[in-house]
């Protein structure tokens, strides 16, 4: 069993930088696609970015393509997202999920583990 957990959030200006990371604890993180999906308030879950198991392969979001990037590192066990010129509408609580299917899961139904979130506000 995985058990993720994210950091990394805060609080950065327009146009600003943060990357999160996420921590899993289990024995097989090299079997999981990951992904990361943001939930703004009043708004429903949404998917950003994801990676492959071996990590050759990303996917994301049109809102945040160019400007956001995941990667993974296997002997860490950590998936990690870059954010760069982050704008006001990236404000939401960001989660990494683990989905145990191949390819680039972009539903969240296909995500069997996730963390607990971590905070991020942007302001104008």
């Known amino acids: 069993q995985e058990q993720l957990v994210e950091s990394g959030g805060g609080l950065v200006q327009t146009g600003g930088s943060l990357r999160l990371s996420c921590a899993a604890s289990?024995?097989?993180?090299?079997?999981?696609?990951m992904g990361w999906f943001r939930r703004a308030p009043g708004k429903d879950r949404e998917f950003v970015a994801t990676?492959?198991?071996?990590?050759?392969?990303?996917y994301y979001a049109d809102s945040v393509k160019g400007r956001f990037t995941i990667s993974r590192d296997d002997a860490k066990n950590t998936v990690t997202l870059q954010m760069n010129s982050l704008e006001p509408e990236d404000t939401a609580v960001y989660y990494c999920?683990?989905?145990?299917?191949?390819?680039?899961?972009?539903?969240?139904?296909?995500?069997?583990?996730w963390g607990q979130g971590t905070q991020v506000t942007v302001s104008s």
């Open positions: 999920g683990a989905a145990a299917t191949g390819g680039l899961p972009v539903a969240g139904v296909l995500y069997k583990y």
């Open positions: 289990g024995r097989f993180f090299s079997n999981y696609a």
């Open positions: 990676i492959s198991k071996s990590g050759r392969s990303t």
